[in-house]
């Protein structure tokens, strides 16, 4: 859990980390490298999420050895049931991360919402509801490990 205390904007107190997996952490199902090195050491701040339709059927393979949460989507309507997980673990407590057009409200939801770009673009309701957007995947992981990035980026 993390305590970020943000001039004139708020304080943060966050515990669940909620990873969209296919667009945000990996492409074509395949866990990015990147991202690889640093789950671990997000794992020691956060109880990592990862969310997911498992569209390439590849998820748990690829998350095997990681200390995460894999939930995998078990309805037609994923922009609700990422919401709702959104909300069963206390939004007050979540980051969300995600790029899709069904992460829109689940970024909504979340205390903290980041919007990555990546290598699949992002859809404009996502970006639209999200409190951050990055570039990629590891600039938006960087502000979680690095929080005066975060503070910087958020105070008024």
Request: proline share 1%; with cysteine; glycine share 6%.
């Amino acid at each position: 859990m993390q305590t970020i205390d943000i001039p004139y904007y708020q304080s943060l107190t966050l515990q669940h980390l909620v990873l969209d997996y296919n667009g945000t952490i990996a492409l074509d199902g395949k866990l990015k490298d990147t991202v690889k090195a640093l789950l671990p050491k997000l794992s020691e701040h956060y109880t990592i999420h990862i969310i997911t339709a498992d569209t390439f059927g590849s998820v748990k393979a690829q998350m095997a050895g990681f200390h995460v949460i894999v939930r995998v989507l078990q309805t037609n309507n994923h922009t609700s049931e990422k919401a709702a997980y959104i909300d069963s673990l206390d939004k007050t407590l979540c980051i969300a991360v995600g790029n899709g057009n069904n992460d829109s409200q689940m970024l909504q939801n979340a205390m903290l919402g980041i919007a990555v770009v990546g290598d699949e673009g992002c859809a404009t309701a996502t970006l639209l509801k999200s409190n951050i957007s990055c570039n990629n995947i590891e600039d938006a992981l960087m502000l979680l490990l690095n929080k005066k990035r975060l503070i910087a980026t958020l105070r008024k």
